[in-house]
């Protein structure tokens, strides 16, 4: 994935051709958000969630129009789309769970946990009713959700405008977390490939074992089948 954003990065940025989204949020009374993660397969870091509020109507901002999967932008776009979403959304933020979090009590238990605490932020939660549309498939329990009502989409990314947005702040939030974290623990690179299992990451571990934010239940042990180091 780092790599495609690098060539894409290095060419004129183009846009991808307009996505297609499925009217979904419209055929909702009142506030309707899109919720969708980043992070979940990484091997070190935190994974992060993304909720966001959109308007009904969308102010001409070229960095809107680029909303639409993030895997499909290169990281400069990313990061132009995030700004003009934050500008434009009635609510756009992130919440990060930590991979002490992952490796105590699991994946989905992150997943869940990060999705909760951003929807009782809301400034309206629990006084006006919200539609939440998640990405995936999650059998989560929602009873502290209340007056929400929840729907799960696969592939929501690629269909509902609002959860492409928060696939956006999602991944842009996190990125900018592991590029720090790239900082403190140079020898990984995690600026270049954001936690995630590349070959340049494998060599690092095998090299230097894990370090301290290096998820212990995701990491694969090296080749003479030893715990990783940490």
């Known amino acids: 994935m780092e790599n495609q954003e690098k060539k894409a990065g290095s060419k004129k940025r183009i846009a ?6 499925e009217p979904l949020e419209e ?9 969708d993660e980043a ?7 935190p994974v992060s969630v993304g909720m966001v509020l959109l308007p009904r109507h969308l102010p001409d901002d070229p960095g809107l129009k680029l909303i639409r999967d993030s895997k499909e932008l290169s990281a400069p ?14 609510y756009a933020r992130v919440a990060h769970e930590s991979h002490r979090i992952i490796d105590t009590s699991g994946i989905n238990f992150a997943i869940h946990r990060a999705m909760v605490r ?6 309206l939660f629990g006084r006006e009713p919200l ?11 929602w009873s502290d959700l209340k007056m929400c ?13 609002s959860i ?26 995690f600026e270049r490939h954001k936690g995630y299992g590349t070959e340049l990451h494998l060599e690092a571990l095998a090299t230097s074992g894990g370090c301290p934010i290096h998820r212990r239940t995701f990491c694969p042990k090296p080749d003479n089948q030893q715990r990783l180091p940490f």
């Open 16 to 21: 991808p051709p307009e996505p297609v989204f």
């Open 27 to 35: 055929g909702y009374g009142g506030y309707v958000a899109g919720i």
């Open 39 to 45: 992070g979940r397969g990484a091997l070190a870091g």
């Open 77 to 90: 776009q990313r990061e132009e789309a995030a700004r003009s979403i934050c500008r434009a959304a009635l």
């Open 118 to 123: 951003l929807v009782q932020r809301w400034p």
């Open 131 to 141: 539609t939440l549309l998640i990405d995936g498939n999650y059998r989560f329990d």
């Open 149 to 161: 009502e929840v729907f799960t989409i696969v592939k929501g990314d690629r269909r509902v405008q």
């Open 164 to 189: 492409a947005a928060a696939s956006i702040v999602a991944k842009v939030s996190r990125d900018r977390r592991m590029r720090k974290y790239g900082t403190l623990y140079p020898e990984y690179a």
